[in-house]
């Protein structure tokens, strides 16, 4: 007796778009259900190498592609390590597993991105494209038990459990009338010779019984040809069958390493951000062979994680072929050929940024998680921070390298300057940044939760400290009249007010020179953890209930200040300059992005003093 289960409400929608909305080309079904087959084979080969008694399974694998005109239907039969009852289920029952119905609302509300939904390695159901029905015939190397389960794509699946002689996956679709052209034998040596020729295992096509068998791919190994006699189109398709995305590359990297240890890498940096960039399981994308032998996809020692967008292949003869997993984690020359991918890595980036624009792709893409090497990488730590671009203050058109903030320091300038917070344009407009501007001296706008962790551990870059705005040692000799300043003993009345005032909200009111047109700002104590990075701790409930007190910084140059000082003389007006403080402090915290305390005392008041201006 079958069992009938339903497709789940988000994967009926992903159906849909992936059949109407991803592939721009239908023959590209065909490509995605033979790599799967490769994957098969690959992954079968390597099971063999730890299991023995798998060992027969694995001989003589192949990919066949049996066309039949008569009943219009395409089979592709490999002889990898097949599926049970559960795989069935889990793998082709669902799409992804999380995110899925939260990804699907997004794209339906944004037609554009649903070229993201490659990342979800959703290539087997770009059969239902050409497709009546699919029906998958599989059994599971080293058990006995085969399955069928079939689908028209819309409704759900059946699984039945079937008759097979050996382990592997028999796909047969059912076509549809006007896709009669993909039992045509021409039109299908066509498209594996475009998409599939680098797969490395045969491709055989059935002709039939008076036919015979023609192998229709050259089944070498891409990465291990010389450079020159591949063409950008095979490194393409190439990428498209490791990375299983669907855009282009943005870099491609060829090479040999000779030496001590010999290794051949083909690497690619896509073009466009993976949608699980940041998701805390994600893996590397480096697939590991031993002499062409498909070792693991999962060796986490090969790339370190702020490159873990780097997609591609790395063999070595130096390595054994029965290696287990814990075996990699120890071996030293997986880490050998770690330092050797990562310096090859970064040199080619250094060649790449030449081209602003072009490297900008990058940036744009990945260097979030890229600069995350300045706080795990010490080996390469100036490296990467050179390699790294962000917002300035004083350069708000284009992005900046540390060295072109270097080369336009102010003559005496003591530290490379930097101020930390969630948005560029507030940062741009914070009220610290004010006398910097002034003086011509350039902030770097960093608003990246990992700028706060770096900038703890490179403290300097070319013998240039590297410094938060709050601990400038700069002197702001900036030029203004002393007669448009509080007096002395007025401003030390009027700050020792605010203390009281604000008592238990801040730790303490001190005078700056740092401000030129705000009244008040908000700041730290040296050593003390940054607004920003308390903020972010707490939105992770890391710091639930620690929240330190600032300092609260007064402008006695502001008329605003100056009116105070005086006021605050007039016992009859201490309660007009009382509400004014808390206004001005709201005021600090709107500036640094913090949520007030009291917003409804706020809209009343700013109400209020709008009123009495009119």
């Known amino acids: ?71 219009n239907t395409l089979k592709i039969t490999d002889n990898g390590i097949g599926m049970n009852k559960d795989d069935l289920i889990n793998h082709l029952g669902t799409i992804a597993k999380s995110g899925t119905a939260d990804f699907v609302n997004n794209v339906k509300d ?29 059994r599971k190397a080293g058990e006995n038990a085969a399955w069928k389960w079939v689908s028209d794509g819309i409704g759900g699946f059946e699984i039945d459990e079937a008759q097979k002689e050996n382990n592997g996956t028999e796909i047969t679709i059912f076509l549809k009338e006007a896709e009669k052209q993909y039992t045509d034998t021409i039109y299908l040596r066509q498209i594996v010779r475009l998409y599939s020729d680098h797969i490395n295992y045969p491709i055989v096509l059935n002709l039939g019984e008076k036919g015979g068998e023609e192998v229709i791919n050259t089944g070498s190994a891409l990465w291990a040809k010389n450079k020159a006699e591949i063409t950008k189109e095979q490194y393409n398709e190439f990428y498209h069958h490791v990375s299983k995305n669907f855009d282009e590359p943005w870099m491609t990297l060829h090479f040999k390493a000779e ?31 031993v002499n062409k032998v498909f070792i693991s996809d999962k ?25 287990s997993r814990e075996m990699l984690q120890q071996n030293p020359m997986i880490a050998k050929i770690r330092s050797g991918i990562v310096s090859r890595i970064l040199k080619e980036l250094k060649k790449r940024r030449d081209n602003y624009d072009d490297y900008m792709k990058f940036w744009t893409a990945f260097g979030t998680a890229f600069k995350e090497g300045i706080y795990e990488d010490f080996s390469n730590r100036e490296e990467i921070a050179a390699l790294s671009y962000f917002n300035s203050a004083l350069n708000q058109e284009k992005l900046i390298s540390l060295d072109d903030y270097v080369a336009s320091m102010k003559e005496g300038q003591k530290a490379i300057y930097y101020i930390t917070g969630d948005d560029v344009n507030v940062l741009a407009n914070n009220p610290q940044l004010e006398a910097f501007k002034a003086k011509g001296i350039d902030v770097l706008l960093l608003v990246d939760p990992i700028d706060e962790f770096w900038t703890q551990v490179l403290t300097t870059y070319k013998d240039k400290a590297i410094k938060h705005i709050s601990q400038a040692e700069e002197t702001f000799d900036i030029e203004r009249s002393q007669s448009q300043k509080a007096k002395d003993d007025n401003l030390k009345k009027l700050t ?10 801040i730790a303490k009111v001190t005078t700056t020179d740092k401000l030129t047109n705000s009244p008040v ?39 605003l200040i100056i009116k105070l000082s005086e006021a605050v003389l007039d016992d009859n007006l201490k309660m007009k300059v009382s509400d004014m403080i808390k206004i001005l402090y709201d005021q600090a915290l709107i500036a640094e992005g913090e949520a007030i305390k009291n917003p409804s005392f706020f809209a009343e008041k700013l109400s209020e003093y709008l009123l009495a201006a009119v």
């Open 259 to 289: 030496g001590n240890i010999e290794y051949t890498g083909l690497l690619f940096i896509p073009e466009t951000q993976p949608y699980d960039l940041f998701q805390p399981d994600r893996k590397n994308g480096l697939k590991l062979y």
């Open 1 to 71: 007796m079958s069992d009938k289960m339903e497709f789940k409400a988000e994967v009926n929608k992903l159906l849909d778009i992936v059949i109407n909305s991803i592939y721009s080309e239908k023959q590209i079904f065909l490509r995605e259900l033979i790599s799967n087959a490769s994957d098969a084979c690959d992954k079968l080969k390597y099971l063999a190498l730890m299991n023995p008694d798998l060992a027969q399974s694995a001989a003589n694998m192949r990919i066949v592609l049996t066309p039949d005109a008569e009943h």
């Open 496 to 505: 020792d007010y605010m203390a009281q005032v604000l008592n238990g909200e």
């Open 110 to 138: 944004n037609g554009s991105d649903v070229d993201l939904i490659g990342k979800f390695g959703v290539g087997f159901y770009s059969a239902f494209m050409v497709a009546d029905k699919v029906e998958i015939l599989t």
């Open 521 to 559: 700002s908000l700041t730290v104590e040296n050593g003390q953890m940054s607004i920003h990075l308390e903020r972010l701790m707490r939105n992770h409930q890391q710091q639930t209930a620690f929240s330190s007190l600032r300092i609260l910084e007064v402008n006695p140059y502001h008329p």
């Open 299 to 323: 060796v986490e020692e090969l790339l370190p994680n702020y490159l873990r967008f780097v997609k591609g292949v790395v063999d070595s003869s130096d390595l054994p072929l029965n290696i």
